[in-house]
């Protein structure tokens, strides 16, 4: 089985993740206006989230106005909002079982049953970094593509939410990695219990001596 220490690392690089997670579906960033082009104006700047788009003027004074209907957004949005919010259901339950089958709590007094809780929590991370990796690359690589196509007006750059999707999914992967790694069952625990016989039980089988 993991030592605490192996647990609690993971226990904060899933917060972390879960904070990231949190942050990529609040903040509408995961695409910025970008300023190219011959005829470049500064004065306001794009944002699109997974909720909303905003508008920044150069005085710092921001608009933001919700998406109207859900039915009209691309398929990869729709993704995205699904995924990432599943991700992060996810790794909150995740945390929980780890908190529940960790060596530092004892919420568990079964050792044998400590390791497989562990390792369902190390899935349940794994799975969950992976549900925030897909949509924050798929919405990157539209960005990228649409960026290089010369029929699209409108040109948008990789927001700041895009990056740190990218970390707080490789921070779960990590965290799953670990746990799944590190649970494991003792080597010296058989799970049944040692049976002992007295001399009274072996007594008939020796009784054939004169």
Known sequence: MGSAGVQIVCVALGVLGLIGGIVCCAIPRWK????????????QETEEGLWMSCVVQSTGQQQCK??????????????????????????????????????????????????????????????????????????????????????????????????IGWAAGVLLILAGGLLMCFSRAKSGSSGGTAKYYGNSASAPANKNYV
């Open 32 to 43: 910025v206006s970008s300023f190219t082009g011959q005829n470049i104006v500064t004065a």
């Open 66 to 163: 919700s998406y109207e209907s859900m039915l009209v957004l691309p398929s990869d949005l729709q993704a995205a909002r699904a995924m990432t919010i599943i991700s992060c259901m996810v790794t909150s339950l995740a945390i929980l079982i780890l908190f529940a089958g960790a060596d530092f709590t004892t919420c568990v007094e079964n050792e044998d049953i400590k390791p497989k809780i562990s390792l369902v929590a190390g899935i349940a991370l794994l799975v969950s970094g992976l549900l925030l990796i897909i949509p924050v690359s798929w919405s990157a690589n539209n960005v990228i593509s649409n960026f290089y196509n010369p029929l699209v007006a409108q040109k948008m750059e990789l927001g700041t939410c895009i990056f």
